[in-house]
């Protein structure tokens, strides 16, 4: 079946720095990636999504890259803020069936002030 | 507008115990689902519905969970004598129409954190 994988675990940075957060897709079916901020106890939030017949989307200080390819896509954010520290997680679906997310394990990203 | 909300946000539970956890998609939203989130891990599969109509289940851990939505709007996750291992979190999530080609963003509730001692 359908497997997400995301690297790295956890990363920190420093406040102003970027950061970088990789996935890689099994199923080449795919075609909607979104990415998903979750604060401690918090519900999911979507910060950017992609479909496959784009290569990059950019949304202020957030973009996320796809690599139909190579199977993955990227998340980058930009001059990170403290309040951007949180678990991040990417996904991926196809539009038709039964269009369950398929989850990645999530980044733990620490802004360091 | 309102988002989707579930209750209770925290159930403990103890093992045998049945339990059932309750999802209020947003409304006019034909589109369900229910994930389960082990601590430290990415939301998992568990099963869809279009409207009423429960469309794929195929990620229930096993037959004491069961789920339902049948007037097609509010839907009830059901776990059936409880075990440990079925510690998480339950999230629901709900999409406006997902067989319309159009929007496949899933708006997620905040979730039912389930502890069974």
């Known amino acids: 079946g359908e497997n997400v994988e995301q690297h790295p675990s956890t990363l920190s940075v420093q406040e102003g720095d970027s950061a970088v957060i990789k996935c890689t897709y099994s199923?080449?079916?795919?075609?909607?990636f979104p990415w998903y901020k979750q604060e401690l106890g918090k519900r999911p939030q979507l910060i950017i999504d992609?479909?496959?017949?784009?290569g990059e989307k950019k949304d202020q200080r957030i973009a996320v890259t796809l690599n139909k390819t190579a199977k993955h896509f990227s998340l980058h954010i930009t001059e990170t803020q403290p309040e951007d520290s949180a678990v991040y997680f990417c996904a991926a679906t196809q539009t038709s069936g039964t269009y369950k997310y398929i989850f990645g394990t999530g980044t733990r990203l620490k802004v360091l002030a | 507008g309102a988002g989707v909300s579930q209750s209770p946000r925290y159930k403990v539970a103890k093992r045998g115990q049945d339990v059932a956890l309750r999802c209020d998609p947003i409304s006019g939203h034909v589109s369900l689902f229910w994930y389960q989130q082990a601590l430290g891990q990415g939301p998992e599969f568990l099963t869809y519905?279009?409207?009423?109509?429960?469309?794929?289940k195929s990620g229930l851990p096993s037959d004491r969970f069961f789920a339902e939505r049948p007037e097609g709007s509010v839907s009830t996750l059901k776990i059936q004598r409880t075990q440990q291992e079925d510690s998480a979190v339950y999230l629901c999530?709900?999409?406006?129409?997902?067989?319309?080609?159009?929007?496949?963003?899933?708006?997620f509730g905040p979730g039912t954190r389930l502890l069974v001692l």
């Open positions: 519905f279009q409207n009423e109509a429960q469309l794929d």
């Open positions: 199923d080449s079916a795919s075609n909607y």
């Open positions: 999530a709900s999409s406006p129409d997902l067989t319309s080609g159009i929007q496949e963003t899933q708006y």
């Open positions: 992609i479909r496959s017949n784009v």
